[in-house]
């Protein structure tokens, strides 16, 4: 059974960057497929990013593409969400999540583990 530990979030301003953390325990990073979701109080959950067992399938919500990117590093058996020219929009709880199989899901239910989440925060 996997165990995840989100970190990495806080406070920032409009533009900048931030790289969120989630460390694997229990399972390796390379037989998961991984994914970020996050989500406001009284919203629902919301697809970030996903990745594929093997890494080579990836995919974004719509509204990060091209700003975000999650990569996997073996060696620390971590997954990672680099976040780019952050928006207020982008305030939200953010939580890692493993699922077994190989593939990459945008769905949330499909995934099995999940982190207690880690508040990112930006001010406009």
């Known amino acids: 059974q996997v165990q995840l530990v989100e970190s990495g979030g806080g406070l920032v301003q409009a533009g900048v960057s931030l790289r969120l953390s989630c460390a694997a325990s229990g399972r390796t990073v390379s037989n998961l497929g991984l994914g970020w979701f996050r989500q406001v109080p009284g919203k629902e959950r919301e697809f970030v990013a996903t990745?594929?067992?093997?890494?080579?399938?990836?995919y974004y919500g719509d509204s990060v593409k091209g700003r975000f990117a999650i990569s996997k590093e073996y060696a620390k058996n971590t997954v990672y969400l680099q976040m780019n020219s952050l928006k207020p929009e982008d305030t939200a709880v953010y939580y890692c999540?493993?699922?077994?199989?190989?593939?990459?899901?945008?769905?949330?239910?499909?995934?099995?583990?999940w982190g207690q989440g880690t508040q990112v925060t930006v001010s406009s």
């Open positions: 990745i594929s067992r093997s890494g080579r399938t990836i």
């Open positions: 999540a493993a699922k077994d199989g190989i593939t990459a899901s945008t769905d949330y239910t499909q995934y099995s583990a």
